[in-house]
């Protein structure tokens, strides 16, 4: 694809949306690609840890009005950050006038309407600034009558304002429903709207801009400095926040990942690091053998020993099925020939153990029912490792040398994780004994 074809959509999020200084970055960011041309955004966000998000206030405000308490200092603070922004990047756009006119016009507004006038406000500033042309969602984005998004009205309206505009600035969040009213997505919905544009325009790359450089080949508080990952499937990503690595919302990228559409997230205040490129069919190989490692903390085991188990039919269903009354759901079941574990989280199963060991007992009658309660499981993803032999016995080799003993082991049938639960105890050792096994410095 030639670079001047190239069609990007850029999508900006709440805190590099927060205040003038993050415009301006934005500017910046804009400027040093002519292919940014088409920009998502979100509403402002939080500028410092104890700020508020506009949309949060905006929900708030919603609130006042419900139950009738006066909501005009919750509005000030409201109109005081966009008329902040406005002033400071000395803009003309009459945004006071329509602001006060939202606030006078509440209570004939749905929920809808006015949690999604934050990113409405931010886009119309966000357009002027830029000198592009404002589109707004709620003519472009269509849903269905089952609240699903309507592809082929949305795709339509979509081309038809790509064809008029070289350059537009678009809110997230929001678009119209069947009915004719605004609708919003789930929070953080902000990622699905740029998702549907890069779908639908056929986009080469869906950019997410945010405040982090990506994803992390393990948690920082673990390993220190651990190095960044630049390109991940999203099979492995999907492997990596089940275990705990906070990741982009499923729904959010859906439509992209149908598309095989790369997602790169990068940081808006460090635009010069590389991010990461999410994309499941890609050709480029990582040098690393693994993409990285996550893992939680608290797990439970249930060991269940039974003599000549292996001739008995339907035991472990039984087993699950008990489980399944009490609804908790199970992490691994790694199985002996006469025993097996069910490993599930603490959480899950805490309040009903007893009641649950009991039926076991009484139902399956083992001869050994035992329960370890402070177990932690790892996650080695990466899918380089489905075709290098040997990753799995250097991963426990190291773990031995290390005296971490492993009281259990998983491997998911496509190869592109290991998981190993241990002591609790040994969690952070383990964590950083993986990484410095296959990426810090010792890879063959
Ligand atoms: N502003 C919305 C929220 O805070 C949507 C988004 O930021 O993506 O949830």
Redesign the pocket.
Known sequence: MEVAHMLKITKF??SSVANAEQFKKIKNIIQQDPTRRYIVV??P?KRFSADN????LLYLLDAHRKYHVDASSVFKLIKNRFIEIKNELGLKQPIEKELDAFYTNLNQMSQAVI?SR??YFCAKLMAEYLGYAFVDAKDIIRFKLDKSIDWDATSAKLQAKYAQYDHFVFP??YGTSANGHIQ??????????GAILAKCLHADVYENWTDVSGFLMADPTIVQNPKGITHITYSELRELSYMGASVLHEEAIFPVKEANIPIHILNTNRPQDAGTIIQEHSKIKSGYPITGIAGKKDFMSIYIYKKHMSNEVGFIRKALSILEKYHISIEHIPSGIDSFNIVVEKKEIEESLYEILAHFKEELKPDKLTVQDDLALISTVGKNMSDKPGTSGKLFGALGKNNINIVMIAQGSDEINITVGVKKKDFTKTVQVIYDTFVGGNEE
Not at 184 to 193: A, E, L, M, Q, Y
Request: proline content about 4%; overall charge negative.
């Open positions: 999020g709440g979100s509403a966000g998000k506009i949309t949060d949690v934050g990113e997230g969040f919003v997505f789930p929070r953080g919905g902000g990622d699905i709207t």
